[in-house]
């Protein structure tokens, strides 16, 4: 939902939705997110470059960061330093900038228990990352330089994750304005399934709130009224196709609004028609 002009605290008439982006709204911050997977096939994967399932750890961990190119490292043609961006164990914002050592794994300081963006801050001649760069939990590398624990974000491409996934930040509550899918289907008459799926705070199950199928061709999913997601929700898009090889993007944007400026802690949630 797009709202009209409004009249700024400097007395200026500016959309509300330009004002918020500049920081002149009190207690709301934009949210946009968006994915990438370049190889969809019949089961059902998170919409983000590393493909499969997004992994979602259970509890807070320093995170592994190298790249698969020794030029990427502090002083290198390539990225030299990576932001990572994410929650700690009780769900609070935090950032942490590590500088690159090329293939040789850098620890954290701070423990994630959610990273949902991590970009190069830093890089050298090249203008960016020479290698894929990867964040795991846990230490190790295969042959490749590969991280063999669990693999929560890479930077494959454009300098930045592309993770169609998200957890509410605690104190805040997410209203998501639309979802975005586009599909590249390999073949002709195949198809893509595309879901939105949330698990709430204090459930263990992922529930569906947005399906629908598309073929080659984008489908923007905006609604009238903002979807609320309380603070501690996990959200991510998902798609199978009905056939191999599929590339598909997604997206999703809307507001987080601190919970003591909204005088509630669970938002109005339409999927369910009550509070959450």
Known sequence: MSIPNSITRFGRNEPFDLQMSRGLVPYHVPLYKFGFNPDINGTEETIWTQGGNYPWPT??????????DVDDTDGGTGAQKVLVVGLDADYNYIKEEVTMNGRTQVVTDAEFLRIFRAYVTLSGSSGGAEGTIYIAYGAGLDGSFIPTGTITANLSGGNQTQIAAYTVPAGKSLYLDDINFTAAISAANHYATISFVARFPGSNTWRTLFIDVIQSNQL??????PQGFPEKTDVECRAFTSNNNNLIGASFQGVLIDNDATNTAAPFNAFEGNLV
């Not at 509890?59 to 698969?68: D, E, F, I, L, M």
């Not at 923007?220 to 009224?225: D, G, L, S």
Request: proline share 0%.
């Open 220 to 225: 923007i999913a905006k609604f009238e009224y």
């Open 59 to 68: 509890s807070a961990a320093v995170a592994y960061v190298n790249s698969t």
